[in-house]
């Protein structure tokens, strides 16, 4: 689905970085993609790349140097509500509650009455499975609680794309892999189109209808891999056995780690 | 054998980096109190220094019980404590909103920290004679030499706390359609509040040092100014009787507000 049909469109988007002495450092080569809505898109790459640059400029918080995203054909131009965000850490905070948290998530929206919010707020908490904790404070609980708090937060505010940056990063493989499996879920329930980023390759495989494996900096789209064309749309832990998972899961990381032995080799040459 | 497992857990706090035992450590902190008493009391009763240098401890507090019978002393400490509060509130009115502002957009940072950084570093007594010159020996000169003291180390501190707020803390009220204001107000101020207490405390114990300065040299009235007359007249234990009296101020309204800090920010722990 490409063209005028997109819900986010990437058109021709670049950025560069200035250092303090106008030191110009491309970071995002000329980019365009299209994702569809509902789509679950997974960025990868090799660290440092430039794919958490690429989205938070479809949430607002980067400007583009050149070229542009839209969002049901609206131009992004900063942060808002349409574009929710979850990061690695800090995501929650620490003076509020569970239930607090989550509520924040409403806190501007001025055409809602306050036992609305708290409606909604009381739903996604119990979504995400947090109710006999709603009124505990975020130091309280654990990591995986607080990411899940995070999501419920973010789903919450009813955005029209979920962005989420490596949230699952800090967690131990047991917890991340629970979160992963609510994640989809979650993601089912509520019909959202969700960009994510990850190193984590197995992650990548396992969430997604689509990965995007950037290249190193500057990021340009190495392969863009549609999973869903070879694994089934209801993913359980055991598909990580199939063939298709494994070839899939080998495929991504062969190019990620290609790119990598060749940035070092580059760096390697350029400091000797 | 509890004797012996003591007396390891008293050798195992002087070992580097131990676990905490609170117990014993209050012991400890009690022994170097009586430990100074000691040496004070041996040193005055066997007549090593002479009492118009250093009164005996009895002196000092019998010194120190009549003067806080005496209503005209209280009234000093009054005078004192309310020039610190005024001048510690308007310092701190003034440089919350504006740490705030400097640390939150780069052009009205640039324009004030330099400024600021500068006249942090002026020496506050040696500004004595142009706020006499400015504003008389009456009340607005003191408290203006404490404001001085006091309110440019504190938006620096304020700055510096609202700095502190993670990056991710203010992106997330962004994106979930907060403005500029609700930002400051619902998320960084909220985020910084308990580190922003702890400067105001600190910056609390530094009021009280600038008082003294202001008392001392034009005053007369306030603690200060009592200590400097009694060292006119050579009253050696109503000078430590001062001293005595602003320690255990200063010990109090810190401990006061350590205890509201705990109580307030309790999600912290």
Redesign the interface.
């Known amino acids: 689905m490409a063209g005028n049909g997109a819900f986010i469109e990437f058109q021709e988007l670049t950025k560069v970085f200035h250092d303090h002495r106008n030191h110009a450092t491309p970071v995002v080569e000329p980019l365009s993609i299209s994702i569809a809505e509902g789509e679950f898109v997974v960025f990868v790459g090799p660290s440092g790349c430039g794919k958490t640059t690429v989205m938070r400029m479809v949430g607002g918080l980067e400007t583009p140097t050149t070229g542009r995203v839209l969002i049901k054909g609206q131009e992004v131009e900063g942060p808002s509500r349409e574009k929710g965000m979850v990061f690695q850490s800090y995501s929650s905070f620490p003076w509020l509650t569970v239930l607090g948290n989550v509520r924040f998530g409403l806190k501007y929206r001025r055409d809602l009455p306050d036992t609305e919010k708290d409606r909604i707020a009381r739903h996604y908490v119990d979504l995400v499975g947090l109710t006999p904790f709603s009124d505990y404070y975020i130091n309280r609980i654990s990591g995986g609680m607080r990411q899940r708090v995070a999501i419920a937060r973010t789903l919450a505010a009813d955005p029209l794309v979920l962005l989420m940056d490596e949230p699952f990063g800090a967690l131990d493989a047991l917890t991340r892999e629970r979160l992963q499996l609510q994640l989809l879920q979650l993601r089912n329930a509520e019909r959202k189109t969700v960009i994510f980023v990850t190193h984590d390759v197995d992650e990548a495989v396992f969430l997604s209808d689509r990965i995007i494996v950037f290249s190193a900096r500057p990021a340009r789209v190495l392969r863009d891999v549609q999973v869903s064309a070879e694994l089934p749309r209801e993913r359980t832990m055991e598909i990580v056995e199939t063939p298709a998972f494994r070839k899939l899961r080998r495929e991504v990381l062969a190019l990620i780690r290609d790119e990598e032995l060749r940035t070092e080799a580059a760096e390697v040459a350029a400091a000797s | 054998m509890p004797a012996s497992r003591d007396r390891a857990a008293w050798r195992d706090i002087f070992t580097f980096r131990a676990p905490p035992r609170a117990d014993l450590e209050v012991w400890l902190g009690i022994g170097a109190f009586v430990f100074v008493l000691v040496v004070w009391t041996l040193t005055t009763g066997l007549g090593i220094v002479q009492p118009q240098f250093l009164p005996s401890p009895l002196a000092v507090v019998s010194a120190w019980i009549r003067l806080i019978e005496d209503a005209d002393y209280l009234t000093h400490i009054w005078i004192s404590i309310a020039r610190v509060w005024a001048a510690f509130l308007i310092s701190a009115v003034m440089a919350i909103p504006l740490g705030v502002l400097m640390s939150s957009y780069r052009g009205i940072g640039a324009v004030s920290e330099p400024l600021i950084d500068f006249v942090r570093y002026l020496p506050v007594p040696a500004l004595v004679p142009l706020t006499l010159i400015w504003l008389g020996i009456g009340e607005s000169s003191k408290i203006a030499l404490l404001w001085i003291g006091t309110f440019f180390q504190l938006v620096l501190l304020i700055a510096d706390d609202a700095r502190r707020v993670?990056k991710?803390?203010i992106?997330?009220g962004?994106?979930?359609?907060?403005g500029d204001v609700?930002l400051m107000k619902?998320?960084l101020l909220?985020?910084m509040?308990p580190n922003m207490v702890d400067s105001l405390r600190i910056t609390l114990g530094w009021c009280w040092t600038y008082l003294l300065v202001a008392e001392i040299v034009a005053s007369n009235s306030g603690i200060g100014y009592e200590l400097w007359t009694a060292r006119r007249y050579g009253k050696t234990p109503e000078v430590f009787s001062g001293i005595l009296t602003i320690g255990l101020i200063g010990l109090i309204s810190d401990q006061v507000i350590r205890f509201l800090h705990r109580r307030a920010f309790?999600?912290?722990?």
């Open positions: 993670p991710e803390f992106e997330t962004r994106t979930l359609g907060a609700a619902d998320v909220r985020a509040l309790r999600y912290l722990g």
